[in-house]
């Protein structure tokens, strides 16, 4: 037994929890988690392990977005090219200008919301506050495009899986209905 160890252990504390305690005993008898700087999370033995992780997780991170967008965008390629004519019909529904302007929102948002929080790590009680309230604004002014989007598609009838998106379909690309394929295969059969 150490001599931090007798010395806890003669206050009547076998665990080096008793009084008057080093840090250094205290670090020895408990797996060598000694007192560390308050910049490092408890469950890191030094500042270089905290920073190796985290720099691990963010590449973890952005091998995964990698993997999952690749594969997003090999769908929507793979799609584009089987069925160029859906793309066609869809665009004459798309409202560039609203989107420009949703974009530029969501961009502006990410901004308030990555200077409230740096205001927060600083200290900047008023700039958090005024980022807040500015990233609040932009998610109810991006919901308020989105409305307006939406609106005008289900004035259209443009909702999914509804039945008058499968007549409009139908008679834009002139594809054949049901009811033409069942009648012209009666016909030829009998």
Request: hydrophobic fraction near 40%.
């Amino acid at each position: 037994m150490s001599s931090t160890a007798s010395a806890h252990a003669a206050h009547g504390d076998s665990h080096g929890h008793g009084g008057g305690h080093s840090s250094e005993g205290h670090g020895a008898e408990h797996g060598g988690h000694g007192h560390h700087p308050s910049y490092v999370a408890h469950h890191f033995d030094t500042a270089k392990q905290q920073f190796d992780t985290g720099k691990f997780g963010i590449w973890m991170f952005l091998v995964t977005e990698v993997l999952f967008f690749s594969g997003l965008f090999c769908a929507y390629l793979l799609y584009r090219a089987h069925h160029p004519e859906i793309f066609i019909y869809a665009h004459h529904y798309l409202d560039t200008k609203l989107g420009a302007i949703n974009t530029i929102v969501l961009l502006f948002s990410s901004l308030t919301m990555a200077w409230a929080v740096r205001a927060a790590a600083l200290g900047q009680k008023k700039v958090l506050v005024w980022m807040l309230i500015l990233t609040l604004a932009c998610a109810f002014g991006f919901l308020g495009i989105k409305y307006i989007e939406y609106s005008h598609k289900i004035h259209d009838g443009l909702v999914w899986g509804a039945r008058s998106t499968r007549r409009i379909w139908s008679r834009t690309t002139r594809a054949p209905s049901r009811r033409t394929c069942t009648s012209s295969s009666a016909s030829t059969s009998g």
